[in-house]
């Protein structure tokens, strides 16, 4: 075993990863804590029973390649490494991953031992349209690696007040907290997120949070098919890094109510 543990945000990452010169052990973060029920205790069995019940159910995914994409991976967490390596991105699927990742972390390792760092682009030179980690090649990720930034006890701090709040989903609370927070540290990518999951935490006066209304808009706009709705959604709002499959879950609830067919 390696004393370098990387945790990356998903398999795009991994295939880019696999093309650097990094040395470590690797993770691959294959959850969607953005999405589905959540507890304040994520090292909890309970928690992650709840989180495979709902995946099998939303994504039709069967308890044991759960287990193994996603509970096996997470055992890695309990290794005695010298340094941790977050490999996330801005928008709300990562940065609430990254949240979580926080949490267990504090919750699981010596945090007197490893040396805990932050790779967390919202661009990158010579991209236009930077979309995420997995866009580059393994020079670039080097790169990034090189600039890399360590979290201290504030960053933790952070992270342990905003993961309850994303759990209870009261959109007061956190609107206050975001407005009473001034200084983010590495999670500087957090706010503008977080930001974009409180205008999906409250209801206008169809009873649509942001994400229903913005696609049932695109729906009204004359866009009908499934794909020309998922990039309708993502040129505009790719701040919430929703795929294809997420997606659904909200065309799901405006099918239900009879709002598009």
């Not at 989180?51 to 069967?62: C, L, V």
Request: net charge negative; aromatic share 12%.
């Amino acid at each position: 075993m390696s004393n370098i543990l990387h945790i990356l945000n998903g398999d795009s990452t991994w295939h880019s990863f696999n093309q650097t010169g990094l040395d470590g052990d690797v993770m691959v973060w294959r959850e969607v804590l953005s999405e589905g029920p959540l507890m304040e205790n994520i090292s909890s069995g309970t928690f992650w029973s709840s989180r495979s019940r709902w995946m099998g159910k939303t994504f039709n995914e069967p308890e044991e390649e759960y287990k193994h994409k996603v509970i096996d991976e997470l055992g890695k967490l309990n290794g005695q490494y010298d340094e941790v390596n977050l490999w996330f991105e801005f928008d709300l699927h990562c940065q609430v991953n990254l949240l979580g990742v926080m949490r267990m972390l504090n919750q699981q390792t010596n945090m007197s031992a490893p040396a805990v760092f932050l790779i967390c682009p919202n661009d990158f030179p010579g991209i236009d349209d930077f979309k995420g980690i997995g866009q580059l090649n393994g020079d670039q990720l080097e790169d990034l690696y090189d600039s890399r930034e360590q979290l201290s006890d504030w960053e933790f701090e952070l992270a342990a007040e905003a993961w309850p709040l994303i759990v209870k989903g009261n959109a007061d609370e956190m609107d206050q907290w975001l407005n009473e927070n001034s200084f983010w540290g590495a999670l500087h990518l957090l706010k503008p997120a977080l930001l974009a999951h409180l205008k999906r935490l409250r209801l206008n006066t169809n009873g649509l949070n942001y994400i229903e209304q913005k696609l049932l808009d695109i729906y009204n706009s004359g866009i009908k098919t499934r794909p020309e709705m998922y990039h309708a959604f993502w040129s505009t709002e790719k701040i919430y890094g929703m795929g294809d499959s997420e997606i659904d879950i909200y065309l799901k609830l405006l099918a239900e109510k009879q709002l598009i067919h």
